[in-house]
């Protein structure tokens, strides 16, 4: 994610969630060839890969969505029903 962070203002945005969903595609591809004969590798890097691409998908994602939303709605769900307000807004 530090990759993609600062890869953000650089690319556009498109072209990383592009190529994230590429990459999860193909892990997925690569899983879809297991059997009972398969070892963690074969389980392991498929995810690793995976986990690696969710970062191009939604570090783009969320950026566009916090500078958009209205500084008043901005509030930390960390409990369900209590609203806090996001530390950069005090």
Request: charged share 15%; hydrophobic share 45%; proline share 7%.
């Amino acid at each position: 994610m530090i990759l993609v962070g600062r890869l953000v203002g650089k690319v556009d945005g498109r072209y990383l969630i592009m190529i994230g969903f590429c990459i999860v595609g193909i892990s997925t591809y690569v899983l879809s060839d297991i059997n009972l004969q398969i070892s963690i590798g074969s389980i392991a890097w498929p995810q690793v890969w995976s986990g690696f691409a969710l970062g191009f998908v939604f570090v783009p994602l969320t950026g566009p969505e916090q500078g958009t939303t209205i500084k008043e709605r901005k509030v930390n769900w960390s409990e369900p029903g209590i609203q806090i307000p996001c530390p950069q807004d005090r």
